[in-house]
């Protein structure tokens, strides 16, 4: 055959073209035996079916949007991995879109999603602005959203995040512990959720023992490394914390670049703990002290409340908010 379609494929089978259908559909109303003669023929004769064809008259897509701020981070693409698992055991593919914490990326991004291209959104958001207006208009096209790590508190949608309030305590705690008294914040955008919420619980654990608060500590960073090399130079020079707790992973990287040209011992004259998923954190010399999120899960779990919206299994499926817990990993960063 030239060009193979199903029409064709029904009338060299001898076999109905709604059963051809069910065949690749994966309909469990269609014997066995039929069902395996369709799929080898087909095969035979290099034929896929058009999906998308089918998916258009359903008014489905079978596609996924995740929006993130950032791939070359370990968190992310463990999240990643989480979503297509559960995605594609659901017969759908996902689209990836980065927004480089870009508020206007972000927007346009969902703005192009809002007329009918995929079947749901799963994000990380990017923290700017407080008009969200473009979130609210995929309501009224029946889009879900599911937020994960980084989320919009006025947006009215499935939230997964971690206890990040405690982990930043515990770890802000644990340099008070060996000494430090002079704890910088490393944070790239402190306006977002989760930006508040971390130096929240580094602000109340510097409190608990006493240590006051100096803003003067609370580095503002950028998604640049260069213009971060130059800030965590500066903060190292003139400032001179003993102690870092990194609210990003690239923040504590680029931390020990700045003390390696700066011949500056760490743990001695300077300790960091960082929330990072890096699976090497353990063979960085020294050995980077962690948070470490359980991103996976979280992508697992991101995944499961969008499909439960998109099936109409949870009514209230939009006021959930998932809250897993991060592990605190000591090591020679940090260490006396």
Not at 70 to 87: C, L, P
């Amino acid at each position: 055959m030239d060009i193979v379609n199903i029409k064709k494929l029904a009338k060299e089978l001898n076999i109905s073209t709604s059963t051809i259908s069910r065949a690749f559909n994966g309909s469990p109303d269609i014997n066995k035996d039929t069902k395996e003669r369709i799929l080898a023929f087909a095969k035979e004769h290099n034929f896929l079916p058009n999906h998308y064809a089918s998916n258009l008259r359903d008014k489905k897509t079978k596609t996924l949007a995740v929006i993130i701020p950032e791939i070359a981070n370990d968190f992310f693409s463990q999240a990643i991995n989480g979503i297509e698992e559960v995605a594609r055991k659901k017969g759908f593919y996902i689209l990836l879109y980065r927004t480089d914490d870009v508020f206007e990326k972000e927007v346009s991004f969902v703005n192009y999603l809002n007329n009918g291209k995929v079947d749901g959104i799963i994000m990380s958001v990017s923290g700017e602005a407080n008009d969200h207006n473009y979130l609210r208009q995929l309501e009224s096209k029946n889009v879900p959203v599911v937020f994960f790590d980084r989320v919009y508190e006025d947006i009215d949608a499935a939230k997964v995040t971690t206890n990040d309030y405690d982990s930043s305590f515990d770890a802000t705690e644990h340099l008070l512990q060996t000494g430090c008294r002079r704890i910088a914040y490393l944070v790239v955008n402190k306006s977002i959720s989760i930006g508040q919420v971390r130096m929240q619980g580094y602000m109340d654990a510097l409190k608990k023992h006493n240590v006051v608060f100096d803003d003067e500590l609370v580095i503002d960073c950028s998604n640049d490394e260069k213009v971060n090399y130059k800030i965590l130079t500066k903060v190292l020079q003139e400032i001179k914390p003993d102690g870092i707790f990194s609210s990003v992973e690239r923040l504590a990287f680029a931390t020990y670049y700045v003390c390696n040209d700066l011949a500056i011992d760490i743990p001695k004259q300077l300790k960091i703990v960082s929330f990072s998923s890096l699976g090497i954190a353990p063979l960085l010399s020294p050995a980077l002290s962690t948070i470490t999120q359980p991103a996976y899960e979280m992508g697992i779990k991101a995944a499961n409340l969008l499909f439960e919206a998109l099936e109409h299994k949870a009514a209230t499926n939009h006021k959930r908010h998932v809250v897993l817990k991060s592990k605190l990993f000591i090591r020679r960063s940090s260490g006396e």
